[in-house]
């Protein structure tokens, strides 16, 4: 069965430092790989998405991910942290008529 | 574009209460669907739709019902609200369909807070 896993509850990290978010999928077939934020009393909002080419995407508000097949991997950085990044996270996968399965997220807390 | 609205923002319920929590898209998307989000559980899905008239079951469909008889509007009801139901509700919608259902971005609404007492 296709699923998405995020080991990681909570991740503090101190403002200005870089930033990495754990995700495994599985799935058969290359995966589209999302990841989401959710900022507190907010909907999920969309940072970045994969689903072919270059294994390393850009998103916004400075956030990347790679994409890592020998891993099953889809990890979430940053290179410096800001306070206002606080937030939850979440990772999904999907691909062809799967709908969209999503981690149980991450929550993230910056530490001034 | 206001995007995905949701309806109302909070609401308490007493056990065996109904009520309809209302969701609306303007995007014109195909797919629509309705998530709970529970501390620890992450985002489950309730119901999902493909088109109007078109509905299936998600991970967690006991106790509530969906129609879509529009392509801009997806209500979720609760026939008998439980304590287990207290949760917060998110519709989200995409261009997804058929073979592209997990393939495109999800917009979601601002979520629906609702308690059962």
């Known amino acids: 069965a296709q699923s998405v896993t995020q080991p990681d509850i909570h991740i503090t990290v101190s403002e200005g430092a870089s930033l990495e978010l754990r995700c495994n999928y599985s799935?058969?077939?290359?995966?589209?790989l999302f990841w989401y934020v959710q900022s507190p009393g907010q909907g999920l909002q969309l940072l970045l998405k994969y689903f072919s080419g270059d294994t390393l995407v850009q998103g916004i508000k400075g956030f990347e991910a790679e994409f890592k097949r020998s891993q099953s991997s889809f990890n979430l950085r940053k290179p410096s942290v800001h306070w206002s990044d606080a937030a939850e996270y979440f990772c999904?996968?999907?691909?062809?008529?799967?709908?969209?399965?999503f981690g149980r997220g991450t929550s993230l807390i910056v530490h001034p | 574009n206001a995007g995905v609205t949701q309806t109302p923002k909070f609401q308490v319920l007493k056990t065996g209460q109904s009520m309809t929590l209302q969701c609306a898209q303007d995007m014109n998307h195909e797919y629509m669907s309705w998530y709970r989000q529970d501390p620890g559980m992450g985002l489950r899905l309730i119901h999902y739709s493909v088109g109007a008239g078109i509905t299936d079951q998600g991970e967690v469909p006991n106790g509530y019902n969906v129609s879509r008889s529009t392509t801009e509007d997806f209500p979720l009801r609760l026939l008998s609200a439980a304590p287990s139901q207290t949760s917060v509700y998110f519709c989200?919608?995409?261009?997804?369909?058929?073979?592209?259902?997990?393939?495109?971005?999800?917009?979601f609404g601002p979520g629906t807070r609702l308690t059962v007492l």
């Open positions: 999904a996968g999907g691909g062809g008529s799967y709908i969209p399965t």
């Open positions: 799935y058969g077939a290359t995966p589209y």
């Open positions: 989200a919608s995409s261009t997804g369909t058929g073979a592209s259902l997990g393939t495109d971005t999800q917009y």
